[in-house]
């Protein structure tokens, strides 16, 4: 980790694109400025710390559906990509259609 000691209006430069400027400080609080791209995305460490659990929550919860849809939309076709019309439900395939 890199520390510094900066003072009011004093910045940090990171890579070519991102300024953290020191705005202000008052006893323990200090009150940063951010100057960066806008496809840099910038958050509070709680918030990006809760994005990334809901994120994880979703991809454990989406994995299950998706296998799900997988298996059901697979069961419906034959190797060839025919449509099994056995299956119940299922609208066997029309051959008369105009293209």
Do not use: C, W
């Amino acid at each position: 980790m890199l520390v510094l000691t900066r003072k009011s209006e004093q910045s940090v430069i990171i890579g070519r694109n991102i300024e953290v400027k020191i705005l202000s400080v008052h006893g323990d609080q200090v009150s940063l400025g951010f100057s960066a791209p806008s496809d840099i995305s910038i958050y509070r460490k709680e918030v990006y710390e809760a994005i990334q659990s809901q994120n994880q929550q979703a991809v454990q919860h989406g994995d299950i559906s998706i296998q799900d849809l997988t298996n059901a939309f697979t069961s419906h076709f034959t190797a060839g990509g025919e449509i099994n019309s056995q299956k119940k439900g299922v609208m066997p395939k029309n051959n008369n259609s105009v293209p």
